[in-house]
């Protein structure tokens, strides 16, 4: 199944100008961006047009085929992200399957009997369950990275909050039997590559395929999932990125050893150590590991970057702030370049996996150039970097944000 | 009013840009610079993927990163780009989207 995509692209609409270098359209300066406009190599800024997949609103995209498309920062003005806001992200084109040809497969030898189950069967079967997670692509801010490396030049929109309702991967895992020998379970979606490239395959260890909050999930935010983000279910590991999270989810395959597919033992990688240990030690080498949890994080969304506040007149600062799962402690803000910080107030706290949104009070008193910054806070201690951690793949760009505002 | 109607024009009316749209955004639209190895670069690399990937990825990799990359799409991703070829398309995009070139230049 593919290249589902390429059939759709002339029911596709334009709905704002690219360059005229690109189609002849029109100029938009700077203003599908983001914040990260200026921040972006040159050539993503001028091909990230904005542009409405079916079903979907305009969405930044960053390429046509496959499909990858960003949600616009002002989307997260919702606590969760409206599903048809959600950002798109393919490797391959994007299956169509309709709900009734849908079959789930349980197989490997770390089962101890093969299952098969339709989209009825798995959910009567099956306890259904929900959690709020934040979806965020392991590239998420790749393109702001200095120096650029290359790959999707996402901004700040790979990224969203839903809530996801499924069964557990660890009900249906259980229902198969587990071997003593079962080391990781393979998932493997309906996509599948355009050439002899290597299939978008990936494995989960134990612990966390049988976490109570890993699901194999039908519907996200009280709606069946876009095909975009997965119909008719995909995989959900709260806390870890989206790579994980594998869409149109077709096959499960518990093993005894290693999953070698090329997209964990190759890319989606770090080096090792750098960012702490993974939790996928059948994964590390002594070089580099698995990229898993989502590192602290947090992200202005309103006023826009670049914006005019008015002098003397106190507005509301709303930004979001989410980490790998131990929840968000506290989001602290400063004006005065990082010298003092005092603390955001916290909005109602919607689960351990999903963002926190955060207001900050301010009242601009001098006119000119002002400077805000916003640094997350987890439980668990860890806070967001002060500078970039450089590594080749550009992962895990969770570096204080400074935005820039203008007062008059 | 079509919903897409509706957004078209709020943002039209939030960013006034234009009173015309261009019709048709998709990867059609897409033209890379003119020069030795665009012929292989549209016939080997839009196989897989819309060529806006190469624009996106610029122009910031020197012609070793660009190497890299083709070397990526044929040996691991199964791009069928005669070995003769590789060359050619390395030239084509270290020129026109290396980090020596003008920014996105048609």
Partial sequence: MRGAHGGNIDRRKFILGSTSALTGGLLLPGIVGSAAAQDLPAGAVASGILDALPGKQPLIKRSFR????????????????????????????????ARSDWRLRVSGPGVKSEREFTYDTLRRKFKMTEVAAVNQCSGNRRGLFSPHVPGVQWGYGAMGN???????????????????????????????????????????????????????????????????????????????????????????????????????????????????????????????????????????????????????????????????????????????????????KLDRDLGRYSWRQWRYSIRPEQAGAMTLMARARARDGSTQAETLVHNPAGYHHNVVQKVDYHVA | ?????????????????????????????LRLAEGTGLTQVQANCSM???????????????????????????????????????????????????????????
């Avoid at chain 1, 997260?76 to 950002?87: I, K, M, S």
């Fill in chain 1, 162 to 344: 839903a809530v996801w309702r499924g069964v557990r991967l660890k009900d249906v895992l259980e229902d198969a039997g587990l071997a003593a020998s079962a080391l990781e379970v393979v998932g493997n979606g309906a996509d599948a590559p355009t050439l002899t490239g290597p299939d978008f395959i990936k494995s989960l260890p134990m612990w966390k395929a049988l976490d109570p909050d890993t699901l194999i999930a039908f519907e996200m935010n009280g709606e069946p999932l876009p095909k975009w983000n997965g119909f008719p279910a995909r995989l959900v590991a709260p806390g870890w990125t989206a790579t994980y999270w594998i869409k149109a989810v077709a096959d499960l395959t518990v093993t005894d050893k290693p999953f070698d597919g090329f997209w964990m033992k190759t890319a989606y990688r770090v080096p090792k150590g750098m960012f702490g240990a993974s939790g996928f030690e059948s994964q590390d080498t002594e070089q580099n590991s698995p990229i898993t949890a989502i590192k602290v994080n947090s992200l202005v969304v309103d006023p826009a970057p670049g914006a005019v506040l008015e002098r003397g007149k106190r507005i509301d600062v709303l930004g979001v702030a989410w980490d790998g799962g131990s929840g968000i402690r506290s989001v602290e803000v400063s004006l005065d370049g990082g010298s003092t910080w005092r603390d955001a």
């Fill in chain 2, 1 to 29: 009013m079509s919903r897409k109607n509706a957004v078209r024009g709020v943002v039209l009316s939030a960013f006034v840009v234009a009173p015309v749209l261009a019709a048709g955004a998709d990867e059609t639209n």
């Fill in chain 2, 48 to 106: 897989c993927h819309s060529l806006d990937y190469i624009l996106m990825n610029s122009p910031f990799q020197d012609k070793a990163g660009w190497e890299k990359t083709v070397n990526k799409m044929v040996k691991v991703m199964g791009a069928p780009l005669p070995a003769d070829d590789i060359a050619v398309v390395v030239a084509y995009l270290a020129s026109h989207y290396g980090n020596e070139s003008a920014p996105s230049s048609p």
């Fill in chain 1, 66 to 97: 496959p499909p990858n498309y960003e949600t616009p920062v002002s989307f997260y003005r919702h606590a969760f992200t409206p599903n048809d806001a959600f950002y798109v992200r393919w490797h391959t084109g994007v299956p169509e399957i």
